[in-house]
């Protein structure tokens, strides 16, 4: 406790070099991809971003899709449109694969990037033809799964949160009548 007291211009200044070249780091594309394999990594979270970045392509792929836009248009789009590298590079892998004449929900399962529910609802589309309905409806799908995560996790979330806060509170109370105290002893003792 007497070396943070001692320290703690060094400590903060430390800590605010970090975050800024952490930050610094992020924004390269080296660091951007590397953080966004880590966040996959990521027990609930990766999944989580996982299937927010699925509901994003499949829903863009609908809109581009039901407009007319020929596939490979569509993917090259929606590449572009992705925000995330990871899945940028898996979009142009299955847009790749295509172009080389496989099907669609082929090239899909082999990045092993997608659900095995969103690959066989897109095979169903290719076969009878409704490709930009089934990418409306598993958009849909993981929209509501993605939403639903996200109120339990709010709900189990809570009362960790109060606890924090409780914590933080106390510590602040403390802080402040601690000293006063020991100023009431001191007094007290003459």
Do not use: C
Request: hydrophobic share 55%.
């Amino acid at each position: 406790f007497k070396f943070i007291k001692l320290n703690l211009i060094w400590i903060l200044a430390a800590g605010v070099i970090g975050v800024f070249g952490f930050l610094s780091w992020k924004k390269t594309d080296t660091g951007k991809l590397k953080w966004e394999k880590f966040v996959f990594k990521i027990p609930v979270i990766g999944e989580i971003v996982r299937l927010i970045l699925v509901e994003r392509f499949t829903a863009q792929m609908s809109i581009l899709t039901e407009a007319g836009v020929p596939i490979l248009n569509a993917l090259e789009i929606t590449e572009r449109m992705m925000d995330n590298l990871v899945a940028s590079e898996v979009v142009a892998q299955v847009r790749e694969e295509i172009r080389n004449g496989k099907h669609f929900a082929e090239s899909m399962e082999q990045q092993g990037f997608f659900p095995s529910m969103a690959v066989q609802m897109v095979k169903v589309g290719e076969e009878t033809g409704e490709l930009g309905k089934m990418f409306k409806h598993v958009a849909y799908f993981y929209q509501t799964k993605v939403e639903d995560f996200m109120k339990r996790f709010a709900t189990i979330f809570e009362p960790f949160m109060l606890l924090f806060m409780a914590f933080a509170i106390g510590i602040i109370v403390i802080a402040i009548f601690l000293p006063l105290f020991k100023i009431g002893q001191g007094g007290g003792a003459h």
